[in-house]
């Protein structure tokens, strides 16, 4: 996990065919990160929501992942450990032929979407 102590995996289910993984994420208040972003007032920079993704990919295909294009991110709402303990992950992806994966995922808080995005990884 690159992403040292900002968050505990509560749930983690790959669906039978592996192109479907569910994670719920519960952030840690706690961690230094927060202090300068912004202090007073955390928020989960942009950056760490699409790391988190990728971990959570090479966590169910067990490899090692890069990403090569983010074709489309959307944030719909402040992400904040305060606000938002606990925050859900759905993922879909898709290998290409040309041995790519393809993903789209939805981050969302009680049914509420915070974030969206697409994008491409190579296994590394």
Do not use: W
């Not at 479907?20 to 929501?49: D, W, Y």
């Not at 790391?51 to 890069?66: F, G, H, P, V």
């Not at 859900?88 to 393809?102: K, L, V, Y």
């Amino acid at each position: 996990m690159l992403l040292n102590k900002l968050y505990i995996l509560s749930s983690f289910v790959v669906s039978e065919t592996g192109d479907r993984i569910s994670a719920q994420v519960a952030l840690n208040k706690e961690h230094p990160l927060f202090e300068g972003h912004f202090p007073g007032n955390p928020i989960l920079p942009g950056v760490c929501t699409v790391q988190i993704i990728r971990e959570l990919l090479e966590k169910a295909t067990e490899k090692e992942l890069m990403l090569t294009k983010a074709s489309n991110i959307k944030y719909l709402g402040f992400i904040s450990p305060v606000t938002n303990p606990v925050i859900q992950f759905d993922i879909t992806c898709r290998t290409t032929e040309a041995g790519t994966i393809n993903c789209s995922a939805v981050v969302s808080d009680q049914g509420i979407g915070l974030c969206s995005f697409k994008g491409e990884y190579v296994i590394i």
